[in-house]
T-cell receptor, first 113, second 110 residues
């Protein structure tokens, strides 16, 4: 069974640009959560989607947005990139709407210059 | 504001020794998760603790939860080098929103 995949794995962007990251959950999983990991702030919850609906959102500015498609794949978008957005972005999928048995993808390393 | 604190932040221990990592949190929750992260890698789920008094064990790791004390522990027995990693606890506020601890970087040396 294939695991959670994230694309791209590495990305370099310039301040002010926007970026879209993609996450494909494990087949059959309908919940996708996104997290940001930085050395300074640690691991922080971004948002969670279940059946194309955003169920929860963390304390991030509106520049961070996401969506989930009918096949459960999810994308997150960051507009007007800032240096502080440089981070490892992790997505995780689970079968149902709870966070039990959550499986993480390898992450996308975003560097903003 | 919910705070999840782990201590120690860094732990260097000799193979064969025992040690405990502590995870304290500041609000009511009866769901707590432990994860492992190897350098440059993603998170791997270790334990899910769902009620007061819950205890889970896998190999040399054992996790427990005391919801009244708002404390979870991750106990390492007879450490081996392969356990070197960063360990995170995360508290579920009941809204399926995880708040992570600061992480404990464990280094096991011969």
């Amino acid at each position: 069974k294939a695991g959670v995949t994230q694309t791209p794995r590495y990305l370099i962007k310039t301040r002010g640009q926007q970026v879209t990251l993609s996450c494909s959950p494990i087949s059959g999983h309908r919940s996708v959560s996104w997290y940001q990991q930085t050395p300074g702030q640690g691991l922080q919850f971004l948002f969670e989607y279940f059946s194309e609906t955003q169920r929860n959102k963390g304390n991030f500015p509106g520049r961070f947005s996401g969506r989930q498609f009918s096949n459960s794949r999810s994308e997150m978008n960051v507009s007007t990139l800032e240096l502080g957005d440089s981070a490892l972005y992790l997505c995780a999928s689970s079968l149902g709407p709870s966070l039990l048995e959550q499986y993480f993808g390898p992450g996308t390393r975003l560097t903003v210059t | 504001e919910l705070k999840v604190e782990q201590n120690p932040l860094f732990l260097s221990m000799q193979e064969g020794k025992n040690y405990t990592i502590y995870c304290n949190y500041s609000t009511t929750s009866d769901r707590l998760y432990w994860y492992r992260q190897d350098p440059g890698k993603s998170l791997e789920s270790l334990f899910v603790l769902l009620s007061n008094g819950a205890v889970k064990q896998e190999g040399r790791l054992m996790a427990s939860l005391d919801t009244k004390a708002r404390l979870s522990t991750l106990h390492i027995t007879a450490a081996v080098h392969d356990l070197s990693a960063t360990y995170f606890c995360a508290v579920d506020l009941g809204t399926d929103k995880l708040i992570f601890g600061t992480g404990t970087r464990l280094q096991v040396f011969p």
